[in-house]
């Protein structure tokens, strides 16, 4: 679980929208893109993320 603190602070490097903590996945409330959370530590990379299903083609 990622402190609550930080995930206030922390924001989609993509689309600049507000994260959520949704299972093992940082998930952006705005493009929906999943960023991967390894060892309790958020892995926020583009390159990592997976595609949402918000985005537009």
Do not use: F, N, S
Not at 1 to 6: E, G, K, T, Y
Not at 32 to 39: C, E, Q
């Amino acid at each position: 679980m990622i402190d609550r603190q930080l995930l206030e602070i922390l924001a989609c490097p993509a689309c600049k929208g507000r994260v959520e903590e949704k299972g093992d996945k940082i998930v952006c409330t705005k493009c929906g893109r999943r960023y991967p959370v390894r060892d309790g530590i958020p892995v926020m990379l583009v390159d990592e993320a997976e595609a949402g299903d918000r985005e537009k083609p």
